[in-house]
């Protein structure tokens, strides 16, 4: 029999050991010189000025929002299939998630829909790459530009993927990374904010700082003390950020790695009668967060549902990335979402299934849980007649 392939696995060798050794010698294991060095390596991989290392993508959203002075009252675009952090982080600041329709293919917001829920109240729009995929992120931008809005960037699943030259992080006025274990890159638990303007890293590093001023060092230094504004802590220790540090070294490889597997789901997937596998479109470069597959229009969600419940009872990792958001028990309840509201998002996110994605998966693996999903078609089918 084979072992549990799981839905993600992190891929952590010696260096990141080695590296968390250090970090952890060192005697500084907060607010230090990792934490630095892996601002730099993220800002300079996404081709932006700054770089400022928090807690995690959720905080990096919530911050970013701020410094882009997004609060009460104030409405702000996003899309429903997403994890819930994207739109959580607007209401984080009092404002209201303002959910737009999907393009079928890329799984983004369809740029035509967003420049229709522009109101008088709109007054920033996150733009999430969905699975990492970066298409339309400049038409958002141009979009937000011509109508005076902030654009947020949740890169958190495309760290090292490009739309053509343009670095995924580097479409908004600010970027977002996180780097929970399925990500490209992990720290354990961690994200960044990235951006060209000075400002808003200044705000964002006193943010997760305590309101602190943002050059505030640690310990005996005068402005230890000071809190210029309600700030929280959201800073990111040096033995996290050592791990990313090694992380980023081998990013190069981690996106191969993660391309070869998904290579190995195309080559076995491709032609599937029941499936549609995830549309790239040739100018994209993709570092691939995960491999989803969407179940033709002929299954239902209950089927689906089924077909991962017994994926996972074969020992074979398998998620209906991601529910819709405006679905969700909260927000149904605030803000009177019903099943229809988004018909494209709610027949994508009804169909898909997440297959197990992490690098190094082998042949063997990959047969497996292709025989798996193969036999899980069949047994609907069949339930069917
Ligand atoms: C992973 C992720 C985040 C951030 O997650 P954290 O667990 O807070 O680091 C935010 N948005 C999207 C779309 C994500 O996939």
């Known amino acids: 029999m084979v072992d549990e392939i799981p839905l993600s696995r992190p891929d952590i060798t010696d260096l990141e050991v080695e590296a968390v050794t250090s970090a952890l010698r060192s005697g500084r294991l907060s607010i230090g010189p990792m934490s630095e060095t892996l601002e730099t390596l993220v800002a300079s991989r996404t081709d932006r000025r700054f770089g400022v290392s928090c807690s995690s993508g959720t905080a990096a959203l919530h911050m970013a929002l701020i410094a882009m002075g997004v609060g009460p009252g104030d409405e702000v675009i996003t899309t429903p ?17 303002v959910f737009v329709d999907l393009c079928p293919k890329s799984l983004n917001m369809e740029p035509e829909l967003v420049k229709g829920a522009i109101t008088r109240r709109t007054r920033a729009i996150i733009a999430v790459e969905a699975f990492g995929n970066p298409q339309y992120m400049h038409e958002y931008r141009a979009i937000a530009d011509r ?3 902030a654009m947020l960037e949740d890169s958190c699943e495309g760290l090292g993927g490009r739309l053509g030259a343009t670095p995924i992080g580097k479409f908004g006025h600010a970027g977002v990374f996180g780097f929970y274990p399925n990500k490209q890159i992990t720290t354990g638990e961690g994200g960044m904010v990235v951006t060209d303007d000075e400002r808003l890293a200044e705000v964002c590093r006193s943010l997760r700082n305590q309101g602190r001023p943002a050059r505030t060092m640690g310990g005996a230094s005068g402005s230890w003390l000071v809190h210029e504004r309600m700030g929280f802590n959201y800073r990111l220790s040096e033995i996290q950020a050592a791990l990313g540090v090694a992380q980023m070294k081998r990013l190069d490889s981690l996106i191969l790695a993660r391309q070869a597997t998904a290579q190995k789901y195309v080559e076995r997937l491709l ?14 470069f993709m570092s691939w967060f995960v491999f989803v597959v969407r179940l033709s229009d002929r299954f239902t969600s209950e089927e689906r549902d089924r077909m991962i419940d017994g994926m996972r009872r074969h020992d074979v990792g398998a998620a209906p990335y991601f529910p819709c958001i405006h679905l969700q028990p909260y927000f149904r309840e605030r803000f009177g979402y019903r ?11 009804g169909r898909t299934i997440a297959l197990p994605f992490f690098s190094g998966l082998s042949d063997r693996d990959a047969d497996f849980v292709v025989q798996t999903l193969d036999l899980m078609i069949a047994r609907e089918s069949i339930r069917r007649t």
């Not at 952090?85 to 209201?96: D, K």
């Not at 032609?271 to 994209?284: G, R």
């Not at 099943?339 to 996110?349: K, L, T």
């Open 271 to 284: 032609d599937h009668e029941h499936l549609i596998l995830p549309t790239v479109s040739p100018e994209v």
């Open 339 to 349: 099943e229809g509201a988004f018909p494209i998002a709610e027949r994508v996110s």
């Open 147 to 149: 109508h005076d809005l």
């Open 81 to 97: 299939f997403s994890f819930v952090a994207s739109a959580n982080a607007a209401l984080y600041v009092g404002a209201t998630p």
